[in-house]
């Protein structure tokens, strides 16, 4: 799932950012430069939004960005994330699933060396990738 949410990117004295996330409170993780701050905020942001999704709790709505309160040496950012995403490139440990097919469909994928089990990942990753339309 796609959102976006702000962050808040503190200096620190030693030349680092510490990056918080206003509608996370315990989501916080740093950098040593703005832009190493921002993609280990993407990371933490992800991990979390996971965790919570995993949990079958509610994600935060986001917060409007003018509505973040800041100190005037931080800075506010917005950070998009898409937590498919980040689960199909860190959650890559099999799971063994029992299908079951047609004996003729069976023979057919022998001869021919189909591999079973990368075609149902490729169709399944399509039909998630692919956005849940109403009826």
Known sequence: ??????????PQQD???LVTVPDLPTCVTSGSSIEEAYNMAEDALSA??????????????????????????E?????????????????????????SIPA????????????CSQVLQDSLRAMLETPITAK
Not at 75 to 99: E, G
Request: charged fraction near 25%; aromatic fraction near 6%; glycine fraction near 2%.
């Open 1 to 10: 799932m796609r959102r976006t949410y702000p962050i808040v990117l503190s």
């Open 15 to 17: 030349g680092a950012f």
């Open 48 to 73: 979390c939004l996971l965790t919570l999704e995993d949990e079958n709790l509610p994600l935060p709505k986001a917060t409007a960005i003018q509505e973040v309160k800041v100190k005037q040496e």
């Open 75 to 99: 800075l506010v950012l917005l950070l998009p994330v898409d937590t498919l995403s980040y689960r199909m490139a860190t959650d890559t440990h099999a799971v063994r699933k029992n299908v």
């Open 104 to 115: 003729w469909m069976s023979a057919m994928v022998e001869r021919r060396n189909i591999n």
